[in-house]
């Protein structure tokens, strides 16, 4: 497997507004999905925030950066705000890759603390994040209500970056 990453660029709005409408499983989607035939880039997605990962030419993932906090005292944070694979490419190391090159561009853009949140009932996420290296630092008890009525934490981890 040979996973090729890369900028996005706007002439990846289409594969990725197609990727993001298929890659959030039902019982993870926190908010209804964006449609398919919508533009993926606007105001809060921008192409220098994402990062392609591309199997023989075809984007089957992306990874997101930005800002928690917009605020000058949070500016040495940066998030993994985004992380999405293909179904059709799972298990194939695309999801760390992108998160190895995340790190790596946060480190590069002077971020000293990379964060992320994931729910609870996402464990193959979590074990991903985890073997980057990223550590709970705090959960939100029954945070989030799942499309089926259930409740999900919100854990929140981070990964210290040294510079």
Do not use: C
């Amino acid at each position: 497997m040979n996973v090729h990453t890369r900028p996005a660029t706007l002439d990846d709005d289409r594969a990725l507004a197609v990727l993001d409408a298929q890659a959030w499983p039902p019982e993870l989607r926190v908010v209804p999905p964006q449609d398919a035939d919508e533009p993926f880039f606007g105001p809060r997605r921008e192409p220098h925030d994402v990062i392609v990962a591309a199997l023989n030419g075809a984007v089957v993932g992306y990874a997101r950066l930005g800002r928690h906090l917009a605020i000058a005292a949070n500016d040495h944070v940066l998030h993994l705000e985004a992380l999405a694979v293909s179904p059709d490419a799972r298990g194939q190391g695309v999801g760390s890759v992108l998160i190895d090159v995340a790190i790596a561009e946060a480190f590069s853009r002077g971020a000293r603390k990379l964060g992320l949140r994931a729910l609870s009932t996402n464990a193959s996420a979590i074990r991903l994040y985890q073997r980057a290296g990223f550590r709970e630092e705090g959960r939100l008890s029954d945070e989030i209500r799942l499309p089926d009525g259930s409740f999900a934490d919100d854990v929140w981890f981070a990964l210290p970056l040294i510079q």
